[in-house]
């Protein structure tokens, strides 16, 4: 139990002592009446009608009848109108705060509430012989965090990548494959040059009929056009795989929709004998579906006339695949928002097919967009952003800030430094902009907020930590015989109160399958390390025994900020 669940529970059982008051009335909420210096708050109102009081006069009597002790997490309870309003006590809080997180280490803030249940993350998934789109990269990094928080919870996280394989231009990516099949490397660039030669091949004429003919060679099976697939894909799965490592994505199952075409012949036959989908001349049409909202669905085709499967029909099958072989309690999908209707309808209908007892989740991805927003796109990036560049980009910015301040600050520094805190500071960068606002939301590449050191960004967020080992290398050994006296401060209490939301955090994160809840925390948390900063000397403070607790307070700080960076998979340099 984190701190902020024992300060409750702690309120509920001397609530239950006054024997006043029984636990289906306690619902504590947050002080509403501004300017009230509390930390939770009962309202009175069921209670007192119950007893045939009046709120205001049960709230005072309330109040009257409970008892804290001086270990108590609570300090007072007093009451305000038709509410009793109860604060923390600053010592044994701060107490509590930073055991908690000295226990708990790089532990602090997980738990085990996912235990036994698994979960099955599918997110960047792209499509073979392309590089990765911006719906891909934002996928990537959203799913990465919602693996990471998912995690944290003790969830079994199943990491999915989805490839798709079903380009109708396949035939021209075989064509081009062909033409540069001696030619080494594996990287983005040789995916960019495949991409470039397929363009080319779509205007002549001549290629097309060859394209073709790859293409029906596919279909009959034959084992030439079945190898260069196979080159196809390990390029692919090359040429990300880089892109993967620096943005610490790394994935359990990665399978090409064509795995699933076997079993989706399968959810054809069964569509049909359930009667879900009625055939007209070899196609399989589902009509007259409603969604879980009971909401009517578009009516939608399960394979092509030559009896060929189609994407949705491959997710169902991928569905029943995932429920056979994880018995997972969800599957989070993370796709862009264009393909809403799609999930409704794959869910829908494998449910109703009873494919799964999981829930299914579609978390909406907006997209990111060039420097000038959608309507005047960044003439770098022309209208699509690639993952390389713009990791490069922003690595290649922050060298550039981080050498500057450091020689305004007149640290000496070496090139290894510079390179690998660039490297953790640009791709960091790029990965909190995309995260900090809604999945939903797009998102406008804007440099100098990405980089900003002193605005709502992974780099000041990072900066904070830094500072934190710094502080924490002058003192050298901490003294740990701390008893939690001192930090009463208002600045030291709203940094604890900080940190001791982490728990929650996470879990509201999960829930919403927001990882900018805990952008927001890490924001929020910094933001109140950098005023306790300002106002409280740390290694000169008035009294060892102060100096001390501020150093513990400092730790602790280090600590849940490495905590809450690494669950966006944004790396924590000690020195900034
Ligand atoms: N490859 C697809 C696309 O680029 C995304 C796949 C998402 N995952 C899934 N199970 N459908 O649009």
């Known amino acids: 139990m984190d701190t902020f669940a024992r ?14 008051i029984t636990a289906d009335l306690i619902d504590l909420v947050a002080p509403k009446a501004t300017g009230v210096q509390a930390d939770l708050a009962l309202p009175c109102f069921r209670a007192a009608k119950i007893r045939g009081s009046n709120p205001a006069q049960f709230a005072q009597t309330l109040a009257n009848a409970l008892k804290f002790s ?22 044994t809080f701060a107490q509590s705060v930073l055991h908690d997180i000295s226990q708990g280490k790089a532990g602090y803030g997980r738990s085990n509430r996912g235990q036994q249940q698994a979960v099955v993350v599918d997110y960047s998934s792209p499509n073979i012989a392309k590089r990765m789109r911006v719906d891909h990269v934002r996928s990537t990094m959203i799913g990465q965090a919602i693996v990471n928080i998912y995690r944290s919870l003790g969830y079994q996280v199943i990491r999915m990548n989805h490839w798709g394989d079903y380009d109708p231009q396949l035939g021209i990516s075989l064509a081009a494959m062909q033409h540069f099949q001696h030619r080494n490397g594996n990287g983005e660039s040789m995916l960019a040059s495949l991409e470039q030669q397929a363009q080319q091949y779509q205007a002549d004429d001549q290629v097309h009929d060859l394209a073709q003919a790859w293409a029906s060679k596919l279909a009959s099976g034959d084992p ?59 196609v399989a049409i589902v009509k007259d579906l409603l969604d879980e909202q009971g909401k009517a669905l578009p009516t939608l085709l399960l394979n092509r006339s030559d009896g060929s499967t189609l994407y949705i029909t491959r997710d169902i099958a991928a569905i029943k695949y995932r429920e056979a072989l994880y018995q997972p309690s969800k599957i989070i999908y993370v ?12 869910f829908t209908i494998s449910k109703t097919l009873g494919y799964t007892k999981a829930d299914l989740a579609h978390v909406a991805c907006g997209m990111i967009l060039g420097p000038e927003g959608r309507a005047n796109p960044h003439p770098r990036f022309s209208t699509t952003i690639y993952l390389e560049p713009l990791l ?91 008893n939690g006296r001192e930090l009463t401060h208002p600045a030291e209490q709203a940094l604890l109160k900080e940190l001791a939301r982490l728990p929650q955090v996470i879990v509201d994160a999960a829930d919403r399958y927001a990882p900018s809840v805990v952008a927001d925390w890490l924001y ?6 950098a005023i306790f900063y300002d106002a409280c000397p740390v290694l000169k403070a008035e009294t060892l025994a102060l100096r001390a607790a501020r150093g513990q307070l400092v730790a602790a700080t280090a600590q849940a900020l490495r905590n809450g960076l690494g669950l966006l998979s944004i790396a924590a340099p000690e020195r900034m």
């Open 7 to 20: 300060f409750e529970q702690a309120i509920r059982d001397a609530l239950l002592d006054t024997t006043l």
């Open 392 to 482: 490069d980009e922003a690595c290649a910015r922050a060298k550039t800030l981080l050498k500057q301040k450091a020689i305004e600050a007149k640290t000496a520094f070496t090139s290894e430094w510079l390179n690998e805190v660039a490297e953790q500071v640009g791709v960091g960068a790029v990965i909190y902009h995309n995260l900090q606002h809604d999945p939903a939301h797009d998102v406008v590449v804007d440099w100098d907020r990405m980089l900003a050191f002193d605005g709502n960004s992974a780099a000041y967020i990072q900066y904070m930590h830094a500072r934190c080992c710094s502080i924490l290398r002058d003192f050298g050994r901490l003294p740990q015989n701390y």
């Open 524 to 529: 929020a948390t910094a933001k109140a390390f």
């Open 335 to 346: 796709v862009k928002q264009a393909q809403e209707l799609h999930f409704r309808q794959a």
């Open 224 to 282: 030439q056009a079945i190898s260069l697939l196979q080159q196809l894909v390990d390029l692919s799965l090359n040429a990300n795989q880089a892109n993967y490592r620096r943005l610490g994505v790394a994935f359990d199952v990665q399978h090409c929709e064509s795995f699933y075409a076997r079993e989706a012949q399968v959810v054809i036959k069964e569509a049909l004998h359930y009667q879900i989908a009625q055939l007209d001349s070899h």
């Open 70 to 91: 001086h270990e108590s997490l609570v300090l007072k309870a007093t009451a305000l109108g038709a509410y009793v309003n109860f604060s923390l006590n600053p010592i």
